[in-house]
């Protein structure tokens, strides 16, 4: 002690006056606690006087350590305090003072006080906008809360949560002092901050010698996920990190989960982790271990009734989301500081579960509320971009309550009985209504075939009240009380139900399940074969450029509209710049419709693209015997970059004998083509007067199955003719063996 004295007194005798490094900023408070941490460029005694006015009048000691060089890291912890208590406080090293500072301890959890949270990530330096995040500090959080509410911060805010990648160089020392600490500066010496490792931080030393965080994870990764409870709040931070993606750590998260389930003072869980499970705006960054953490908050929001969030960021630009039948959000708070992801740079995809992507800077704040009726309240408040600038504006807002009120089950309205056309249905249910006032988010419904029998899905539509992709809502025009479907068979029973969802993630009960039957159709089958690529691209002529057939995200790509496949014309495994694919079908046998003017075509499907750059055409052209284009109809294409069912009806010219369905892919933007269809179509309808009728395996429509159709058949498979569908026995599509054996077995039964 006597030599740090005189090391002292040397020191100042030469003149040299000690500095703060960083200045005084707080962690881990608890109603009774509080950490309070500083840096200085000397080692020195480490105090913190403090009391409840700024006449202070206590002192505490604490402990220093080297960080680099010289400084030395202090850390006091004060104990003894009162929840809910303002104290003042500045920090003391030998002859060098700070300001006096004050915190409010946080309340104690039966006094059902409310609290404010910011929630932020991703503020390491954009050095093509190297203040940022220093705007966002002062010009953003301080600013807001100064004129939403007061400047009094303590009072104002309780927590800092940040989401990873605080620094750009986890192992640069001047990262940590000029580009994090100094900016944050005026706000962590009045709020305790909760960090989570990014992948910029990289688990280096830095990280634990600044933050001293709950020291409740697992034995040995204390400090690399942990939890801390603030009135009716836990929030949990967790190590994403791919060499810390441990079972120990999911096992420590369910029962912390299962801890907060049966804990009557906990009424909401908020997780902060830095990677993201699905990101719109960079897909590149998702990781599968942050779904495995969703998993288990959806599973905890079910078995509890407790809603849930989880914040990340990692990908730069906001994004909210919901899980599709649980009360959690998924929200990206990014980006504080660090360069934009913007739309059109990189991998991107319009993930179901999210309704708002933006490419912006700026923070989330959330206000949750205690008490009879808890609530919270989610915001995020933009700073634009490099086109845009926005001054604090909310661009998103969600309201959320532990006692939701569901809406009340809709009905089904129309199809229903009997006598239903089946080319061109409308679903239609009855009005949203919510007793306790929350709008209409979401609307689901399910199309069954065969519902008597064993009920088969043939379709699951998940429609989400908007959807922010891209700069565009695509869902602006769109009713959630009315879905137009693709066309259904005719003379077939089908039913349905529908069931909405509020803006507070509660779900109405399903409506009753509706029957429907369709008239008989005078419209053929689908003539298209393998039209939702389910076959690969058996079928298809490619003409120029790359095709696939892709499952689920194969190769960044999107989900299926419906099956296990899609097609990518210009492909996104091998791209090019340009496609084309054709599908060639023989009309001939409705010649006495087509020649008598009496036949239309039906054509579409679905279209999608990725970003909203690429487009994907589709075209049907007529063709005479001789395989000569006659006419050809309009393209039916789109830009949105979700899947946009299209379709077109055409009179079919009356030399027609051919129709050859054209698939074009062209890229605009990335080095993806991703000109994306599924679930394709073509039809005929014929006018009544001139259709015969059908009998399968009647091949020279005599009107008796005999031993003459089985000789047209055979010579239909060994001569590789055109496929018929009076041939195809089994409709699977291809005209083989089994069609023969099928066709064997009914003369027989004759």
Known sequence: MLRLVNYIAVLMAWGYTQSFVVEPYLQSATPNSIYILWETDSNADTRVEWGTSTFLGNNTSGTAFYNTGNSQIHTVLLNGLDPGNRYYYRAV?????????????????????SLKIIAMSDMQKDWSNWDKYDEIIHEGIIDYLTDEYSDDLPEELQMILIAGDLVDTGSNYTHWVDHFFSPSAPLFAHVPLYPVLGNHEANTNYYFKYFNLPENGSAGYEEHWWYIDNSNLRVIGLDSNWDFQLDVQLNWLEDVLTDACYNPQIDFVFAQLHHPYKSELWVDGNTDYTGQVISMMEAFTDECGKPSIHFFGHTHGYSRGQSQDHEHLMVNVATAGGAIDYWGEWSQADYSEFTVSQDEWGFVLVEVNAGDDPDFTLKRISRGNRDTFRDNEIRDEVYIKLHNEPPVKPEALYPV????EGESIMLEASEFIDNDGDDLSAAQWRLYKNCEIEPELLFDEFVNQENWYFYEDTQESLELGLLSIQPLDGSTSYCWQVRYRDSSLGWSPWSDMTDFQTTESQYTANLLLNAGAENGTDNWIVHEGFFESLIAYQCDGVEPYNGNYYFAVGAICNSSYYAEVSQTINIS??????SNGLADAHFGGYL????????PEMQMIYLDEFHNEIESSPILDTYNSSWTFLSDW???PEETAYIQILLMGTRYAGSD???????LFVKLFRDESCMTTFIAGDLNQDEILNILDIIIMVNIILE?????????????????????ITLVNIILEM
């Not at 090293?93 to 006080?113: A, G, H, M, Q, V």
């Not at 046998?589 to 087509?594: F, G, K, R, S």
């Not at 999608?608 to 487009?615: E, K, R, T, V």
């Open 93 to 113: 090293t030998s002859n060098l003072s700070s300001e006096i500072y004050d915190f409010i301890t946080p309340s104690d959890p039966s006094s059902e006080s």
């Open 417 to 420: 009985g009997n006598n239903i």
């Open 589 to 594: 046998e409705y010649a006495d419709c087509i």
């Open 608 to 615: 999608s693209n990725w970003g909203g750059s690429d487009h």
């Open 650 to 652: 055409q009179p079919v």
């Open 673 to 679: 083509n991703d000109s994306y269809f599924d679930d």
């Open 720 to 740: 590789g003719d055109d496929y018929q569908l009076q041939a195809d026995m089994n409709e699977d599509g291809s005209i083989n063996i089994l069609d023969i």
